[in-house]
């Protein structure tokens, strides 16, 4: 998580930094201040904290849905940094053993390391994977489709029920 912390912190513009350290508290505005306080008090716990106006920025700012609900947001952005941040985790294994771990989870082991990752969030997320032409290398289209999975599957239960 605290990989994923610091790179949502340092794709903040300096303006929104500004935003977030004021809301936070802090008396010094730098990236590594907001990450330690983020660590501290939990990331939920902050993102309940920073008013709607603010988290909208923070949606635009990594290209994600923004919606009416701030707890929607709130979810969406918990969701985009811990993603971002396993992504970052898998990216720095090494190639033999991200072969071995699709292996395990029974998927092709062939492929750039970059196809691999992407291979085993699909698998570990249940997401859709990208589609060729949409292959930005961006977590954020694999929310967008965790989201519609998760409310496919419901409707698919609330149909079975």
């Not at 340092?10 to 730098?30: G, H, Q, W």
């Not at 990331?43 to 603010?54: A, H």
């Amino acid at each position: 998580e605290q990989n994923s912390i610091i790179e949502f912190v340092l794709k903040l513009p300096t303006r929104f930094l500004k935003e977030a350290c004021v809301v936070a508290n802090l008396s010094e505005i730098s990236p590594n201040v907001l990450k330690q306080y983020i660590q501290e008090k939990n990331l939920d716990k902050f993102l309940s904290e920073v008013p709607q106006d603010l988290l909208q920025k923070f949606c635009v700012n990594l290209g994600l849905q923004e919606f009416a609900l701030k707890n929607k947001m709130e979810e969406q952005l918990a969701d985009e940094i811990l993603l971002t941040g396993m992504k970052l985790c898998l990216g720095k294994l090494d190639l033999e053993l991200l072969r071995d771990f699709c292996q395990q989870l029974e998927l092709p082991s062939t492929g750039t390391k970059p196809q691999l990752v992407d291979d085993i969030m699909v698998c570990i997320f249940e997401l859709e994977p990208l589609k060729v032409d949409d292959q930005s290398n961006s977590p954020n289209s694999l929310i967008e489709t965790t989201e519609i999975n998760n409310n496919n599957n419901n409707n698919n239960n609330n149909n079975n029920n």
